[in-house]
Each structure stands twice: as structure tokens, then as C-alpha cells.
């Protein structure tokens, strides 16, 4: 790593560390090892200051390609192992009868279906040839030559969506049988390690998290550096890291001689053999104070730092590069502040590290820092920054910021929180981000106005966008309004690609890509009911947008005014079971109505078997759902017992319920004048609604 900055006055830029001994009272500090200490730098000493509690993050990176254990040691501690899972599904065929009608078999496998031609009068050995012999993307294929029986293997570990076979009239059958697949996720291993008790250390961190915490149960240096996670051939990769040295103690370097080192400070504690290294905490503050309203430029290097950062007003603060300039924190507290004070501040090109306060340091209670905390400021811009392991979001723009503008950043493992948050925020521009592994949203707007998230990519965080109003209930004092959703990739979420809730109104969801192939829910506006108060969402057009892979693409429950899903292709939608899936669903929960609801022009598309399409439950007196200009292209089996009609659209609320409240057919008047010039006069309905039905 880079040792002196010369471009900075007293920056190190440098991770090394060595071990050391140190008297109480004294500055005088004897290294066991020489390093890159300098005069006028930064030191931590582990255990030598203030009583602390030493802190440790465990972050795994990856779920597991294969199976095997990994393990762990923490300080204190023995070896703890686990066993993790990988190996990839399979699709056992075996065909039962040969082809008596020309036509096409139906293979489908993970929502995606590939169309086989078979003609009449091929045998089963045929036809499992060139079952055998086709394509199909991502998987591989197997089997003895001449026999009826097919084997087909995905290509990556994990669970995949149930596969089918169907003959299509064609008087081809098959049995089919499935090995599941099975992949450790990273949550998973995390939630194992988290799941531990430990004689030296509390582990702790959110459920859906895929970094662990440990925190020292009594105070002073641990020896936290010494710990080791091993992953060994499993794939499941992770690094475990101090986040907070115990007792730690900041001084500046007075002099240096060899192996002895000078502190301007004295030792509180007597230590022997415990962890120095580098802390650029002073130097870096100091540096941004003389830079301000100008260009502070960091070179490549790690710097790291036990404070907050506070630029000036239109500071520009600029790394070599997210890879090459990093600042990795080294004890809990906030990263970057950005006050009220401080408007057009620029920070850019460098990766933020290790901004941490984890709730069980705390003893429970919900302790919130940021990797960058914007409160107030105005025209705030981050871009082309990385941040990893960011607690409780990585970028938290609030308390009326305006105009911020988040370009091009990476986001990863946010440990308690989202990614992003946008929290009364006005004006803010989310574009050309990638957001992975956050244990909440991806992307948070709470109360913001005119926000714009435009070509991010969200994947595998619990949820993936969630717009709400600020407050609760009747404490809602700013709704989430005037939002633009556009051109988003958002896909593996683990519960929600888009949540809409808790007094949201005027906003556009349109041409977003989402797939679900681990979430139930593509796009889910809900109501609840919070102190007495319906959180009532209203005025928010839902087009042109892609789902795929969900069992239920689009949910509208409780209380919705004015929504409209409009344009969108909604496809391979999928449940094990019949009737488990639906296209659109609403229901009114017994809360409010669903009023003005409009389902018109969406293509819906199901090749899972007996599956619905739109579905509405619990209607209110209140409630009314037009559905018109849809086309429907459903697979129904003979033994369905629902009609095909009734399968793509149907008011299922009961008897006691609105039974008008949804309207599928368009009513009119005609008149036609007779030869003797009298005029009859007609109703006429048409259902201005397509239906196409693939065969079983």
C-alpha cells in the first residue's frame, strides 16, 4: 500500500500495521516490527485509550458454488465450522407415449418455455432424441441414446421454478420428476454464524443480512486482527475485519527512530503486543478544511480513519478511482456528514469502507450512521463511488436536501439498512447505480418530492424500491409524491421488487425490467391501517414495465385511489400448484375501497397450468376496477375447474361483498333504421378483452 502522501501534508494513505508495547503514561511506543510511520501521521493503538468494546464485521460476499465447510475463528474462540449446500437442479423425463397428432411438446423449465416439433407416428425413442438434441439455454442434456428417458441439468447451482411438460394435443406423455437444486445463499451463512453463542463475543445484525457482527463482551484490545474466516473451495467468500478496536487510542506522531515511536499523547493503559496501524482521521479533516470551496484529490491508497468527515461548501472531494482510493473507517460512528452549511459539495472516484454501528453494540436499540449523511444541503453530487459495508445506509440524503444528484455508484452489503435513502428529500436524481445485497430497500424514498430513479440495477436485496410517506399513520407529516420510476433493472430481490405504501400519490412506474426469481411480488401497492388512519395511495400510473418470474407480479390491497396498470407485459408468473399464482391482484382487506382502478391494455402471459390472471377480493361498496383491452394467453388443463374466462378475470369476493364493483365489458347503444323507417334502438356488451388458451 502507499506509505507518505506528499500531496497531503501528514496523510499515510497506508494499511499496514504491526503489534506494540506501550506504558501507561508514556508516549513512548516500541514496535515490534518497523513500518511506514512517519512524523506528523496518525496512529491508532489498540487498548492504550478510552475504555471501548472491540467490534468485528463478518461479511460474506458470495453464496456458495459448491459444496463443503467453511469456517471461522474469532480471538478467544475455537474453530467454529459449517456445512454449505451446491448443486445444481435436475429434470428427470421419461416419455410414456409416442406422437399420434403433428404438432409442438412444451418443455418448461424455470418459467421458460422451449416448443419441440414432434409429428405423428414418432416413437418415444425418437422423440427423446431430439429432446436430446435441442437447445436449451442453461441447461445441459443427458441421457442414453435410443431410450425413452431424458435428463436435463441446470447449468448454475440453486433452486429453480418448478418445470413442466406438455404434450399440447399432440398424444405425447411424460412423466416428469425434479431433483431440486440447492445453493447456500450468503444471508443464509450469515444467519448461521449469527445463529452462534460465543464465550468472548455477541454476534448480532439484521435477519436478512449477510454481514455479522461481533461485539466484545468486555472492553479493551481483543486481538480482533488476528481472526480468520475460511471459505476454502466452497465459493462462499466473505473477509472478516476489525470495524472498532477496543479501547482504541488516537495520537499524533511526535517523532520516529527505528522501532520507536513518539506519541504527542500518553498511553491511558499499559499494552504489550497489541495492534498499530495508520489513522488518517486528523489529516484527512485537516486536509478538507484548507480545501474548501476548492479541490481536495486523493491519491490511490487506504486511509484509514476513526472519525467523521465533514466537507466544506463547494469542496470537491476526489479519489483516483472507487478501487484505488479508499476510506475504510476503523471505529463506529458516521462516515461522511454533509451539513446544511455545506451546499454544491462533490465527492467522486473513491470507495467508502466499514461505516458501522451496529444495533447490538447498543444493546438493541436502533443506532442509524451512513457511509454519506446529507442533512439540508443543496446541490450535493456523488458519483462513480463504491461503498461496502455501509450501516444503516450507504447514502442518506435528508431533512430537505435538495437537488442531490447519486451518478453511477456501487453499493454493497449494506449490514442494517438500505442503500440508498432519500428521506424529505426534494429533487433528487438516482441514475446509473448498482445496488446488491442491502439487508432492507435498495432504494429508500420516505416523504421525498420529485425524486427520479432512472437506470439503476437493484439485485438481491430484500426489497428493491419502497416509496412511502414519512411518519406513521396519522404522524405522517410529508407524503412520497411527483416520483418517476424508469428503466430500472430489478431483479432476485428476496420478498419485493417495488413496494408502494403509507401515503404515496402522483408518481410514474414505467419501462422497468423486474424478475423475481427468489420474490413473490413484483410490484405491491398496500395499504395499512397505523394509530386509526387509512395510509391511503393515490394517482400512480403503473406502464410499460416487464415482469417476470413472480408468483404475483402486481398486488393492489386496502385503500387505492386512481391507480393505473397500464401497457405492461406480465409473464411467467408461476406456482407449484393450481390457482397458487395470479397475474394482478387486489383485495380490499375489509380496510377501504379500491376506487378508480383501471387494468387496460396489459399483456398477460402464464405457460404454468391453471394459473389466474386478475383476481379481486373483498370488494367494497366503494370499490371500482375497470379491466378492459387486456390480452390474456393462459394454459388450462381438461380438468380445470374453473373456465377460461373465469381464470383471467374474475370478481371472487363473496356474496356479502360488491359483486359490480369489477367491469370487463364495455356497454353501448345502437340504432338501426328499418325499411319503414322505424328506428329500433339496442344494448350491445362486448368484452373488449382477448383470451388465448395453450393446451396441456
Request: with cysteine.
Amino acid at each position: 500500500m502507499k506509505g507518505n502522501n506528499d500531496a497531503v501534508p501528514h496523510l499515510s494513505g497506508s494499511s499496514k500495521w504491526t503489534t506494540g508495547t506501550i506504558e501507561s503514561g508514556s508516549r513512548r511506543l516500541v514496535l515490534d516490527e518497523e513500518i511506514d510511520f512517519a512524523e506528523g501521521q496518525g496512529i491508532l493503538i489498540a487498548g492504550a485509550g478510552k475504555p471501548l468494546r472491540e467490534v468485528l464485521s463478518l461479511v460474506i460476499e458470495e453464496d456458495a458454488r459448491s459444496s463443503g465447510v467453511i469456517s471461522l475463528v474469532l480471538p478467544g474462540e475455537e474453530v467454529r465450522v459449517t456445512e454449505v449446500e451446491a448443486g445444481c437442479e435436475t429434470v428427470a423425463l421419461r416419455l410414456t407415449q409416442g406422437c399420434s397428432a403433428s404438432g409442438y411438446i412444451a418443455i418448461v423449465l424455470d418459467t421458460v418455455e422451449f416448443l419441440i416439433p414432434v409429428q405423428a407416428g414418432e416413437t418415444v425413442p425418437v422423440i427423446a432424441d431430439r429432446i436430446r438434441d435441442w437447445f436449451f439455454e442453461g441447461w445441459t442434456n443427458g441421457g442414453e441414446a435410443g431410450t425413452a428417458e431424458v435428463r436435463l441439468t441446470a447449468g448454475e447451482p440453486g433452486i429453480k421454478r418448478d418445470s413442466f411438460v406438455y404434450g399440447q394435443n399432440t398424444g405425447v406423455e411424460a412423466e416428469l420428476v425434479m431433483e431440486k437444486g440447492k445453493r447456500t445463499a450468503a444471508r443464509e451463512i450469515a444467519a448461521q454464524w449469527r445463529s452462534g453463542s460465543y464465550k468472548n463475543w455477541v454476534p448480532g445484525g439484521y435477519a436478512n443480512s449477510n454481514v455479522v457482527f461481533f461485539v466484545a463482551k468486555v472492553e479493551g484490545a481483543m486481538k480482533g486482527e488476528t481472526g480468520t474466516y475460511d471459505s476454502a473451495s466452497t465459493g462462499a467468500v466473505g473477509r472478516l475485519e476489525v470495524v472498532q478496536f477496543g479501547s482504541y487510542l488516537l495520537a499524533g506522531i511526535a517523532a520516529v527512530d527505528g522501532r520507536t515511536v513518539t506519541l504527542d499523547r500518553p498511553a491511558l493503559e499499559q499494552m504489550r503486543g497489541v495492534y498499530v496501524g495508520h489513522d488518517d482521521s486528523a489529516a484527512l479533516q485537516e486536509a478538507l478544511d484548507r480545501a474548501a470551496g476548492g479541490e481536495l484529490s486523493l491519491p490511490p491508497g487506504t486511509y484509514l480513519t476513526a472519525a467523521t468527515l465533514k466537507p466544506g461548501a463547494a469542496t470537491l472531494l476526489r479519489g483516483a478511482g472507487k478501487a484505488s482510493t479508499v476510506l475504510q473507517f476503523q471505529a463506529l460512528g458516521p462516515g461522511i456528514h454533509i451539513t446544511s452549511r455545506a451546499n454544491d459539495v462533490y465527492i467522486g472516484h473513491l470507495q467508502v469502507k466499514n461505516v458501522c454501528s451496529p444495533d447490538v453494540y447498543y444493546d438493541g436499540t436502533d443506532s442509524e450512521v451512513h457511509g454519506i449523511h446529507i442533512t439540508g444541503a443543496k446541490r450535493t453530487v456523488i458519483e462513480h463511488c463504491w461503498f461496502d459495508n455501509c450501516d444503516d445506509a450507504a447514502i442518506r440524503a435528508a431533512t430537505h436536501t435538495f437537488g442531490t444528484k447519486l451518478l453511477y455508484n456501487v453499493i454493497v452489503n449494506t449490514a442494517e439498512g438500505s442503500g440508498i435513502e432519500i428521506i424529505r428529500g426534494e429533487e433528487c436524481l438516482i441514475q446509473g447505480n448498482f445496488i446488491k445485497r442491502s439487508s432492507q430497500h435498495a432504494v429508500r424514498l420516505c416523504g421525498a418530492r420529485k425524486p427520479i430513479a432512472i437506470g439503476n440495477v437493484l439485485e438481491d436485496n430484500v426489497d428493491g424500491f419502497s416509496i412511502q410517506g414519512f411518519g406513521m399513520g396519522r404522524d405522517v407529516n410529508q407524503r412520497a409524491q411527483d416520483f418517476i420510476i424508469e428503466g430500472n433493472t430489478i431483479k432476485d430481490q428476496v420478498r419485493a421488487a417495488i413496494v408502494i405504501a403509507n401515503q404515496t400519490n402522483s408518481g410514474l412506474i414505467q419501462g422497468n425490467w423486474l424478475e423475481g426469481r427468489r420474490a413473490e411480488i413484483g410490484i405491491e401497492l398496500r395499504t395499512s391501517i397505523i394509530r386509526g388512519r387509512l395510509s391511503t395511495n393515490f394517482d400512480v400510473v403503473v406502464q410499460n414495465n416487464l415482469l417476470k418470474g413472480f408468483r404475483n407480479p402486481v398486488i393492489i390491497r386496502g385503500d387505492q385511489q386512481g391507480i393505473v396498470v397500464k401497457g405492461n407485459t406480465i409473464k411467467d408468473f408461476t406456482a407449484n400448484e393450481p390457482y397458487g399464482a395470479c397475474g394482478i391482484y387486489m383485495n380490499c382487506d375489509d380496510i377501504g375501497d379500491l376506487a378508480s382502478i383501471e387494468i387496460q391494455g396489459n399483456t398477460i402471459v402464464c405457460k404454468t397450468h391453471d394459473q389466474l390472471g386478475v383476481r379481486l377480493f373483498r370488494a367494497s361498496r366503494g370499490t371500482s376496477v375497470q379491466v378492459h383491452d387486456n390480452a390474456f394467453t393462459m394454459r388450462r388443463s381438461e380438468l380445470a375447474a374453473v373456465a377460461l374466462d373465469e381464470m383471467c378475470i374474475k370478481n371472487d369476493s363473496g356474496a356479502e361483498y360488491n359483486q359490480a364493483a369489477l367491469c370487463s365489458v364495455k356497454s353501448g347503444t345502437s340504432t338501426l333504421l328499418m325499411p319503414d323507417n322505424q328506428k329500433i334502438t339496442a344494448v350491445i356488451s362486448q368484452d373488449t378483452n382477448s383470451y388465448s388458451v395453450l393446451p396441456v
